[in-house]
């Protein structure tokens, strides 16, 4: 049974750090596509940024560019997101999502929820001003 278990979620200050986690199991960590998605009370999920290590890609949304860094540890089958410079607008609750490597992802469509059909169940980062 694939499970993906996220935590390091936590209220911060504006400008402070956190750095979140996402333990695997169930699956083969290379195998599979990993992205960290958000969502803010009111707003739809939005991508965070997103690993495949058999590709050897990381990608990052335009929220995360240059403040967030994606890394894994196929040894310990867990991903990680270290969050600097937060600011309140970085409120939400952030989730862990995973889809086989496979003709059915579409990389282009990177972004998009819908295209990853195993999610942990969240971890809630505030950041106050």
């Known amino acids: 049974e694939v499970q993906l278990v996220e935590s390091g979620g936590g209220l911060v200050q504006a400008g402070g750090s956190l750095r979140l986690s996402c333990a695997a199991s169930?699956?083969?960590?290379?195998?599979?596509?990993i992205g960290w998605f958000r969502q803010a009370p009111g707003k739809e999920r939005e991508v965070v940024s997103r690993i495949s290590i058999r590709d050897k890609t990381t990608y990052y949304g335009e929220s995360a560019k240059g403040r967030f860094t994606m890394t894994s540890d196929s040894a310990k089958n867990t991903l990680y997101l270290q969050m600097n410079s937060l600011k309140p607008e970085d409120t939400a609750v952030y989730y862990c999502?995973?889809?086989?490597?496979?003709?059915?992802?579409?990389?282009?469509?990177?972004?998009?929820?819908?295209?990853?059909?195993?999610w942990g169940q969240g971890t809630q980062v505030t950041v106050s001003s």
């Open positions: 999502a995973a889809e086989p490597l496979g003709p059915a992802y579409k990389d282009y469509l990177w972004m998009d929820p819908a295209q990853y059909r195993y």
């Open positions: 169930g699956f083969i960590f290379d195998d599979y596509y």
